[in-house]
């Protein structure tokens, strides 16, 4: 009987080691960050034109947007720069070489908002790269979406 309990006892240790060592193996450990609306068209406001897929933001917005020699642009909306202070400074220390662009949510870049970019209200951070895909939309005010977007853009610049 002690014999069984051992092999049993063994067994139930060795599994859990067997599993892992398959998966350092073998496994991968990737993450990747998919750019949106690849595959599904976004939720157009009634005033703009659906897009096609997969979407990418046309060249005559892309030509106006500063993204210098850096591949990312993280574009901020904002109708009072205090508003946004605290977590751009955030963005900032912590990634100082990412361009970062403060737009105001009214005229022109309102229409880029809902129909270049597709943000819905409570978001009112974009992220996007040179190639014209947007990375992903963040909210200013949420703790969560900015750790979310910190991990984002890890992976990114990781791969990139």
Not at 19 to 32: D, Y
Not at 76 to 96: H, L, M, R
Not at 146 to 152: A, G, I, P
């Amino acid at each position: 009987m002690k014999g069984k309990k051992a092999l049993f006892l063994f067994l139930a240790l060795l599994l859990p080691i067997c599993v892992f060592l398959f998966l350092k193996i073998f496994g991968k450990n990737e993450f990747a960050v998919k750019s949106l609306y690849q595959l599904k068209a976004p939720e157009a406001i009634s005033n703009c034109i659906i897009p096609a897929i997969p979407y990418h933001i046309p060249d005559s917005v892309i030509s106006q947007l500063n993204f210098a020699s850096d591949s990312l642009l993280l574009i901020w909306y904002a109708t009072n720069e205090a508003d946004i202070s605290k977590p751009k400074g955030k963005v900032t220390e912590k990634y100082s070489t990412l361009n970062q662009l403060t737009l105001s949510p009214t005229g022109k870049f309102k229409t880029w908002k809902e129909c270049v970019f597709f943000m819905s209200p409570p978001y009112d951070i974009v992220l996007l790269n040179k190639k014209g895909f947007i990375r992903g939309e963040y909210k200013s005010y949420d703790r969560d979406e900015m750790d979310r977007l910190f991990v984002e853009l890890d992976i990114i610049l990781k791969r990139y």
